[in-house]
Structure formats: C-alpha cells, structure tokens
C-alpha cells in the first residue's frame, strides 16, 4: 500500500499562487507516476497533470497550460503542483495519485492510477 497525503489548498483571490503538496509514504515512490486530478462542485473529478516516474515526462489539461506547473522530489518521496494566475473556474477539490508504471508519459486517465490522497479544496474568489 501506498499512502498519499496533500496539503498546501486553501482560499485564495483570482490571480493568486498556490503551491500544493503530496507526500507519499509505504512504496517505492522512484517507482510511480503522479498525478494530480481535482473535483469541483458539481462535476466529476478530471485531469489536471501528471509526471512521470523519472521526471523526464509531464502532461497538462489545456486550461491549466502556462498557469500550472507539476514537480517531482525523488528524494522527498513528494510530488508537487504549483498553481499561478489562478482563477475562480480553479476552485475544486485537488487529489494527487500514483500511477505504478514505468511510462515516459504519464497517464491522464484515472483508471490508470493505483493510489488516491484524501484531496485538499482550493477556493479561489473572484
């Protein structure tokens, strides 16, 4: 088993920063892709990026393009999403995964993705 748990959400203003964090614990982390996935109010949980198990592979959602940017520490066992320019269509419930596959690049799809964190909600007001 492999545990993921974020923090780093928050209420923020439009054009805010947010930097968000997932700490894993219990497997490999070298071993894993991450993936970072959010829920707003109302809708289903989407894409929003992901990384490859080495660092070397990175995939956006369009809308999020040019704003946000995801980062892995191998030897902190964490992966991080930092979030510029945001904006009140941002607001959602923010959920990193781990992907146990050896890609290059990364999956966008949930079913491809082994372990959940719990979510951390990011508000942002217009």
């Known amino acids: 088993q492999m545990q993921l748990v974020e923090s780093g959400g928050g209420l923020v203003q439009a054009g805010d920063s947010l930097r968000l964090s997932c700490v894993t614990s219990?497997?490999?982390?070298?071993?894993?892709?991450m993936g970072w996935f959010r829920q707003a109010p109302g809708k289903e949980r989407e894409f929003v990026a992901a990384?490859?198990?080495?660092?070397?592979?990175?995939r956006y959602t369009d809308s999020v393009k040019g704003r946000f940017t995801i980062s892995r520490d191998n030897n902190k066992n964490t992966a991080f999403l930092q979030m510029n320019s945001l904006k009140p269509e941002d607001t959602a419930v923010y959920y990193c995964?781990?992907?146990?596959?050896?890609?290059?690049?990364?999956?966008?799809?949930?079913?491809?993705?082994?372990?959940w964190g719990q979510g951390t909600e990011v508000t942002v007001s217009s």
């Open positions: 990384i490859s198990w080495s660092g070397g592979g990175t």
């Open positions: 219990g497997r490999n982390f070298r071993s894993f892709a």
């Open positions: 995964a781990a992907d146990y596959r050896l890609n290059q690049i990364p999956s966008a799809s949930q079913d491809d993705y082994d372990y």
